[in-house]
């Protein structure tokens, strides 16, 4: 414990009259006596207590109380309770000195707060069934709840302080108990914040993917919503209505919830556009009206989807929700949904039921907020309502892509829906799940392929004698067990390898063979690979013998270009190439390190990488052969940008496909085209003729894409030949 500065308290005395003032605490006014009073026993008991972050701990009941008050709306009762929420649970006062201090009610919620701790921690209560019993039997009062959720809020937002186990752990229950509690809540900007911040510490790739993706197409939307909205916005305006039209911005978790429980793209999600009205409602015409004459308005310009009219107007939702909804089609042929709200069902929206008493007035808000909590007790404790919704919920099915289950000892873990035991096994511990050998879900014995469910409970049993099995590969889900997996059998790889270059190595030797390029262009041709590494790995894997390696040396190496019209320039060998990743490698004439893949032919011109086989080796692919699109995600370190084009003195294979009426010169025209140009050799051609249709292949050798591309537009001009294009070369050459 480190004492606070002079600076530090006086910024603590600050950050408490700003909360004052945010609150509307009157100065000299009872409330203000009660707070400063909450305040002071507060900042005693904290005194010189430090968060994880270094700063002083009342920072945290003073932001905890402004949330409350500001941000969801609650009164003065709740920012007393607010700032004492943690002293009972952390320092030396208790229950009975609250209760002393400042009454039953007070004493009562900060008691609740104090208990509800426990039942979060207390994981094995937290059976479904169980918990909604417990939240109301200690909540008298779910001013308890709004203010754990407070708490919660605050944690989150400060949670870059913690240590990265603990981030996950409490975003995980965070998104499993408290986003859905401020859903029920209706407090609405607090859960879809609780959940950003959730997706942010449990995939904060696709958090930050998404959050440039909605950066990178804001453009575009607003575009659209203005076109959209203009029409609107001048009729409104016509019948004297003030009003706000927006897009309605939705939240990263919402997208990348949709994104993973419907598998779409980003495109699709963000292409359903909304749009939001709120209007101030004219003093003499009910709200509802309003809402149906912009309603009317609106499907005057724009059809509506018959079906998709939601009227939480006349019917509010049970959380309080008031809003029009409807879908029409918009510009362009595309659905929007359109949401209208007066500014006051707005403000319940946003900040939950506990906002409506901005317009009633503050000598009234506690006695609303009695009638409300009345209300969402009455919601919680019939069965027959809708309550169910809110059970189910806690039956632990909520996240349809997530699922929570139990350890043996009651901890949930949140894993991937397609999760199965043996990525339960993994999330234990790598050591767990590299020796699981079978599981027991509900003390039931089963294989660990096994998928779970939510609320299963699970138990690993390992065994040390237990390998990994390279098929646990084909049901794992979960990228923590994917990857011990491969890692595992990378390790596995590489001592495969490695027997595979001694096995080789030796062999070389008993022959007397030397270990040059020669050699190993006809190992690369016949293990039909381009590396070093894979080669030793398929010699390793099957064994290679003398008499098969020298089988291989007598075949004639076929290289996969030829020189013509070559002298060959001495001397210029530029082995010590670096490769720097910034900028593209160039391939000309002057360079001598690299081969052509034999998978996709490539020709200079065409768009390029290279791929780094070996130090002094580069192998070059087509951008988009399938081999080089999966060594850019594999091996993207070896592999680079290759500029490619200015090639005099080498000649590589292309093929061309053609198709055309069958005419007894047509042969002769083709060949006597590819004659005449200059820069193209033909290598062989081959015609076939059926039902007065023919189809040809042609290889030639040319210098680069240009010059292939000549001779395909030449042969495109001959009479007689309907289609002629490129063909990739997937095979030896015809
Ligand atoms: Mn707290």
Redesign the pocket.
């Known amino acids: 414990m480190k004492a606070f500065t002079a600076k530090e308290k006086k910024d603590i005395i600050n950050e408490f009259n700003d909360l004052l003032k945010t609150a509307n605490v009157e100065p000299k006014s009872e409330e203000h006596k009660v707070v400063s009073k909450a305040f002071k026993i507060a900042y005693e008991a904290h005194a010189n207590m430090r968060r994880k972050s270094g700063k002083p701990y009342i920072y945290?009941?003073i932001e905890?109380a402004r949330i409350a008050s500001h941000e969801i709306g609650l009164g003065t009762k709740s920012i007393v309770a607010s700032l004492l929420?943690?002293v009972v649970e952390d320092t030396d006062i208790t229950i009975e000195d609250v209760e002393r201090q400042f009454g039953p009610k007070i004493a009562n919620i900060v008691d609740g707060l104090t208990k509800i701790s426990g039942v979060f921690l207390n994981r094995s209560n937290m059976q479904a069934e169980n918990f909604r019993k417990i939240l109301m039997t200690m909540t008298d009062d779910l001013r308890v709840i709004i203010i754990k959720l407070a708490?919660r809020l605050?944690?989150m937002r400060t949670l870059d302080s913690m240590p990265p186990n603990k981030q996950l752990k409490i975003a995980g229950e965070t998104l499993f108990i408290y986003a859905p509690l401020a859903h029920r809540m209706g407090l609405y900007s607090l859960k879809t914040e609780l959940e950003d911040l959730c997706l942010k510490y449990m995939h904060p790739q696709e958090y930050v993917e998404i959050e440039s993706l909605i950066k990178e197409t804001e453009k575009k939307r607003l575009t659209y919503i203005n076109r959209f909205a203009l029409p609107i916005t001048s009729r409104l305006n016509d019948e004297g209505f003030e009003f706000e039209i927006s897009g309605r911005p939705k939240s990263i978790y919402s997208i990348w919830n949709k994104m993973e429980t419907k598998s779409v793209t980003f495109e699709e999600v963000f292409d359903l556009f909304a749009i939001r009205i709120i209007f101030d409602p004219k003093d003499d015409i009910p709200e509802k009206i309003q809402c149906w004459n912009i309603y009317s308005i609106i499907t005057d310009m724009y059809i509506p989807k018959s079906d998709r009219i939601r009227d939480w107007v006349s019917q509010p939702k049970s959380n309080g929700y008031e809003a029009l909804h409807s879908t029409v089609m918009g510009p362009g042929g595309k659905w929007v949904e359109v949401q209208i709200r007066s500014s006051r069902m707005n403000e319940i929206a946003e900040r939950g039921y506990a906002a409506h008493w901005k317009y009633k007035g503050i000598s009234q808000h506690e006695g609303e907020l009695d009638r409300w909590i009345k209300e969402i007790r009455e919601m919680l404790e019939d069965p027959k309502s809708d309550a169910f919704e809110f059970l189910d919920e806690f039956k632990l099915n909520l996240f349809t892509s997530e699922i929570m289950v139990f350890t043996p000892k009651g901890e949930i873990l949140t894993l991937p829906a397609s999760a199965t035991a043996l990525d339960f096994a993994f999330f234990i511990h790598s050591e767990v799940g590299l020796h699981a050998v079978g599981a027991k879900v509900n003390h039931k014995l089963v294989p660990l392929n096994q998928k779970l469910k939510a609320a299963d409970q699970i138990e690993i049993i390992t065994s040390a004698k237990q390998q990994p099995d390279p098929n646990w590969l084909k049901f794992v889900t979960t990228i923590k067990a994917k990857s011990k997996l491969k890692n595992v059998s990378r390790e596995h790889r590489k001592k495969i390898t490695e027997e595979g270059k001694i096995n080789l190595e030796y062999l070389l030797m008993e022959l007397g063979m030397p270990s040059n390029s020669n050699v190993f262009r006809k190992l690369f041709n016949h293990y039909n690979t381009q590396n070093k590494e894979e080669l030793y790995f398929k010699i390793g894997d099957k064994k290679l013998d003398r008499d098969t390696l020298k089988k291989i040396m007598k075949k004639r190496s076929r290289s996969k270009y030829i020189k013509f019209w070559g002298i060959e320039k001495p001397g210029t060998t530029n082995a010590a190439q670096k490769f720097d990743k910034s900028k593209p490698l160039i391939v000309d004439d002057n360079t001598r390190n690299y081969e052509i893949a034999v998978c996709c032919h490539p020709i200079p011109g065409d768009d390029v990488i290279g791929y780094k086989a070996s130090d002094d080796d580069i192998v070059i692919h087509t951008s988009s052969c399938p081999k080089a699109i999966e060594l850019n995600s594999r091996e993207s370190q070896h592999v680079v940008k290759v500029e490619w084009t200015s090639q005099k003195l080498l000649a590589f294979l292309g093929r061309i496909t053609l198709k055309g009426i069958d005419d007894v010169g047509i042969v002769s025209d083709v060949t006597s085209i590819i004659s005449k140009e200059l820069n193209v050799n033909m290598r062989s051609i081959n015609f076939e003729s059926h039902d007065g249709i023919f189809e040809g292949l042609i290889d030639v050798y040319v210098h680069n894409s240009n010059d292939l591309n000549n001779l395909i537009m030449n042969i495109g001009n001959i009479k007689g030949v309907s289609t002629v294009s490129r063909q990739e070369i997937k095979e030896e050459p015809i």
């Open positions: 945290h009941p905890v929420h943690d708490d605050h944690n």
